[in-house]
């Protein structure tokens, strides 16, 4: 894989030009998604992903911050496309036998 570095410590761009956190495998919109999911600070970032250092997770949040509009772009695209997808797919077997049952809305 080649890697590029960025103006950020932590951040490098992947041959696919998707940022992810040097020294892992960790994309830089899946740090975000779960800031944004569960409102975590970066504290408790570390605490929920002990393999990234502070500094790796500031590096990664300050990328962010100076690329939002892109980023909040790929974000947007990704559920566009995890959205067709699950409406391309239906109804799983599990959730029509459970909405027989009534166990389901």
């Given at each position: 894989m080649t890697l590029t570095a960025t103006e950020h410590k932590?951040?490098?761009?992947?041959?696919?030009?998707?940022?992810?956190?040097?020294?892992?495998?960790?994309?830089v919109i899946e740090l975000i998604n779960s800031q944004f999911a569960y409102g975590w600070s970066p504290e408790e970032l570390h605490l929920n992903y002990p393999h990234l250092s502070m500094s790796q997770i500031y590096s990664a949040l300050a990328y962010y911050w100076d690329h939002k509009q892109e980023l909040d772009a790929d974000m947007e695209r990704r559920f566009q496309l995890a959205e067709k997808l699950r409406r391309e797919a239906g109804?799983?077997?599990?959730?029509?036998?459970?909405?027989?049952?009534?166990?389901?809305k």
């Open positions: 932590y951040v490098q761009l992947d041959e696919h030009n998707v940022p992810i956190i040097k020294g892992t495998t960790m994309k109804e799983s077997p599990l959730a029509a036998r459970l909405r027989s049952q009534g166990l389901l």
